[in-house]
């Protein structure tokens, strides 16, 4: 059935996926005055009330698929689960033997098994709410956006806003927001990597040159939703939003799981060796019970319900609150988690890959010089380098923007009227350079370049020296090189500035007319070292996470950075010494250089890779069009909320503020996350384990039952509330000073010494209810019954406390309010069932007092023999958590 149901469901996408090409291939080959008639819009864009209008009849622009994790589902999935599922079972069955057939009929035991019903699927539902809530409030707080034409104007508008219709304005660094039909164009390289998996940029045009049996992502006029701007610009009008488009026609053959993390695998892995386990233990104490106590069914139920009480069905509902506290928290310090799960791998984080800009530096990028080959001041060179910026149309980075202000600043802006561009060549990062072609109003047209000094230098054949154009000797180009070398280990970023005026006007230029340049000049920039950045690589480093600079600037400008902020610069290497290396020489350079100067993005990439293959969890920071790649090749990528579209969408953790001392309290609160899951895995993997063994042991000695399905059930929902204060819980200092990775040895370990711990003192328990109590015969079951499930209940509830630290518990290390309000109020209802009539509703008896000073007996020696187990434990093993 399931089968025949997901064929369906890719019949249905595959016939979704040609709709959508054959839509889109249509309106490629139409006259532009035609697709703005179907779309009913025009050149000023959409009107208000057309936009409200279009909203209501296509929704959102947000592609849903798969199943949607709404109210009602997660409703469903509290209420509809194998805890819940074998108590309506019970209650059925207790229903006919306590009520239809039994001569006096007693609600009571139906009645409290259908009140654990709603109780276990209220705390469920309620937490489960309350991490959704706190997802989409997180969600909320970072989105992207775009610029849409609306009644004439260019205004900024969330994208899930944008309807078919509408007119976006695009450049370098944006998200292509919908399926759109190019209105104009210049020079406008996409990335389609989404789609088609070439990693290379394609150019896009408004006039359509492609056939009508290309391939639908090689038609030129279109762009597609998932795919981004790497350079030039655009204006576009948009053919198609969520569901409706390529992408979305895609979305549920795309939205398969994604890979789980190491985390996630180790979780999944223990979960699983519990479900093996107690697949081999239930039947054989079906078999036990079955063949020595003589009615089968009966034995049935109790071998269902001991395997229903062993299942760790808190585990979701532990990772899930423990998740949504650790990221409501994390927000509260500047760090926005856009997936849950990347908490707690920044936990694990051990090297973080960051640029230098802005992370190291203030991000205020003044121009500190204007000069000529020779090193001397020279306000022509600020004019060309102003012309360059103000006229190329692709996105204005820092240093453009802080060439305009000081352009602006000496009286230059008159300039831009005497010009006119006619053409640009924009940058990328393998030329490193970008040039505009500006018309005089003589007619006369020059090329103005600037760009790394490198990529200028092997492009220049000439050089300008007090106004002569000469060539590009040896001897200048040394003389040229001195003046760049000066400035540039004396800490200000260099940038080459050059022009040539025999420029052709025959055809569109490209980067091969990015030849034969002068080199007029310098200028120079100083991004100084923020305060804080030594201070928060130190704490960074004390915190077991190494600091790697990843950047495009030139070395000498990153080394006298970095070792202001104390990042280690005995070792450095360049972007062309990273392109010479095999993947083995690099895996090898990285253990001991933390600085990378003049990389390109895929080197970037390569790096990350690298220190991934030596073991390292691996966080990459970056805001730029550049850091996509390594930011999606990282184990957890880290940008910031004012970064372009594709970074934010590709990172998995957005920064309110570029610091990274909010990135250090961030790391902190992973830790105290992956502390907190670990210690419900520990205790819930050991108890189990525990109860395993003693369920067997009882059932063989005793001939009775030892515990009723009532009970075992009633005991695992006392145990779930008083597990509900863990996320709440506090972590020792010492256990967040390191890096946690995900072992499962640890968690067997752990379950081999605490679980035989646990057997040992219900044994001790059996002892005194057989011999001092005097539960020993069938008539005497409920009060054997009773005492083991005060005993079991409140040493399960009060070992948390135990467990939840390696040092002494509440002298050394104190838990969070919520826990001890958590595991006292549960530990002081166990007691008041089992002393008072209440225990009678639960077929047990009432316990006598005295039972009170052996429980305190019992307690006390079990939590003595827990610390010193744990001495032992942590000389043996190294770590107890």
């Given amino acids: 059935m399931f089968f025949l149901k997901r064929n369906k469901t890719n019949l249905q996408t595959q016939r979704q996926r040609e709709a959508s090409g054959a839509f889109l291939r249509k309106h490629a080959f139409l006259p532009i005055d035609e697709v703005h008639g179907f779309l009913k819009s025009g050149s000023a864009g959409l009107t208000e009330a057309q936009v409200t209008e279009r909203q209501d009849e296509y929704g959102k622009n947000k592609i849903t698929a798969g199943t949607k994790n709404s109210t009602a589902k997660r409703l469903k999935d509290s209420v509809i689960n194998p805890f819940n599922i074998v108590l309506i079972a019970i209650a059925v069955i207790t229903l006919f033997t306590d009520v239809i057939f039994a001569s006096e009929k007693d609600y009571l035991t139906v009645s409290i098994i259908l009140a654990l019903v709603f109780i276990s699927s209220a705390v469920a539902f309620v937490q489960s709410q309350r991490s959704n809530a706190a997802a989409e409030k997180l969600s909320g707080m970072i989105s992207n956006k775009a610029d849409v034409l609306r009644d004439g104007v260019f205004i900024e508008v969330t994208i899930d806003e944008i309807v078919p219709g509408d007119i976006v304005k695009l450049s370098a660094g944006d998200m292509i927001p919908a399926d759109v039909r190019f209105l104009t164009t210049k020079d406008t390289f996409i990335a389609q990597a989404a789609l088609t998996g070439e990693s290379n940029p394609v150019e896009k045009f408004k006039d359509s040159k492609s056939k009508p049996d290309d391939a639908l992502t090689d038609l030129q006029n279109i762009g597609f939703m998932g795919s981004n701007v790497v350079s030039g610009s655009a204006t576009a009008v948009v053919l198609a939003t969520g569901n409706e488009t390529y992408f979305g026609s895609m979305a549920k053959s795309l939205s398969g799981d994604r890979a789980k993390n190491s985390f996630e695998r180790g979780v999944g892995a223990v979960g699983g060796l519990l479900i093996k386990l107690m697949l081999v233990m239930v039947p054989i104490v079906f078999l036990i019970n079955g063949l020595t106590k003589h009615d089968w069914l009966q034995a049935l139920l109790f071998a269902i319900t001991i395997a229903v009480g062993l299942t760790p069905e808190m585990l979701p ?48 990028i003044i121009l500190e010089k204007y000069m000529n080959i020779a090193g001397d001041d020279d306000k022509r060179i600020l004019r060309h380098a102003y012309l360059n910026s103000s006229f190329q149309t692709g996105l204005k980075n820092l240093i453009d923007l802080a060439i305009i202000n000081r352009a602006q600043e000496n009286g230059l802006e008159e300039l831009l009227a005497k010009y006119v561009c006619v053409d640009e060549i924009p940058f990328d990062f393998s030329r490193r350079r970008m040039s505009v072609c500006l018309k005089s109003g003589n007619g006369k047209r020059q090329l103005i370049t600037k760009g790394a000094v490198e990529e200028i230098l092997a492009v220049s054949s000439f050089v300008e020296i007090d106004g002569q154009i000469q060539p590009l000797t040896e001897e200048n180009r040394a003389k040229a090189m001195r003046t760049y070398e000066t400035h540039n280990t004396g800490g200000l970023r260099m940038i080459a500035v050059a022009q040539k005026n025999d420029v052709p006007d025959a055809r569109s230029l490209d980067a091969s007319d990015e030849c034969d340049m002068v080199l007029i000049g310098f200028v120079g920039f100083l991004d100084p070292p923020k305060e804080s950045a030594k201070t928060a690589i130190a704490a960074l480093k004390e915190h077991g996470v190494r600091t790697v600079v ?28 990273v392109g010479n290396m095999t993947d083995a020489e690099l ?14 993005p895929s080197q970037k990439e390569r790096v990350v890779k690298a220190l991934q293959t030596n073991g390292h969890t691996v966080g990459y920071m970056g805001d730029g069009i550049n850091d996509a790649p390594p930011l999606h090749q990282a184990d957890v990528g880290i940008s910031v909320d004012s970064a372009v579209d594709i970074a934010k969408e590709t990172a998995d953790i957005i920064l309110l503020k570029k610091d990274l001392m909010v990135l250090e309290q961030g790391v902190i609160e992973g830790r105290k996350t992956f502390g907190n899951i670990m210690k419900y895995i520990k205790m819930a993997a050991s108890g189990n384990f525990g109860n395993m063994i003693s369920v067997i042991i009882a059932s063989i000695f005793l001939p009775f039952l030892p515990i009723l399905p009532v009970h075992i059930l009633a005991q695992n929902l006392l145990c779930d509330f008083s597990q509900m204060g863990i996320p709440f819980d506090s972590v020792d200092k010492d256990y967040i000073k390191k890096p946690r990775k995900w072992e499962t040895k640890s968690v067997k370990s752990f379950m081999g010494v605490m679980g035989p711990l646990s057997s040992l003192f219900d044994i001790v328990c059996f002892v005194i209810l057989w011999y001092a109590l005097g539960a020993n015969t069938p008539e005497k079951a409920p009060l054997f019954q009773g005492g083991w499930f005060i005993f079991g209940t409140v040493s399960q509830v009060l070992v948390i406390h135990m467990i939840r630290t390696a040092k002494m518990p509440f002298v050394k290390s104190r838990p969070s309010v919520a826990l001890y309000i958590s595991t006292f109020a549960v530990t002081a209802v166990a007691l008041v069932i089992g002393f008072t009539g209440i225990a009678v509703g639960f077929d047990m008896a009432k316990l006598p007092l005295i039972f009170l000073a052996w429980l305190a007996g019992m307690l006390v020696l079990y939590f003595v023999f827990t610390q010193l187990v744990k001495t032992f434990y942590v000389k043996k093993f190294g770590d107890w958590l």
């Fill in 550 to 577: 990843l950047t495009g600037d030139s070395a000498g400008v990153a080394i006298k950075v970095c070792q202001k902020v104390g990042v280690d610069v005995a070792q450095c290497l360049t972007g062309k010494e």
């Fill in 587 to 600: 895996t090898e350079a990285v253990k001991t250089c933390s600085l990378f100067s003049k990389l390109s």
């Fill in 317 to 364: 509902v532990i990772m899930t609150s423990t998740l949504a506290k650790g990221a409501v928290s994390m927000s509260k310090s500047g760090v926005i988690v856009k997936t849950l799960g990347a908490i707690q791998t920044f936990g694990e984080m051990d090297i973080l890959c960051t640029d230098k800009t802005g992370t190291l530096t203030e991000d205020k």
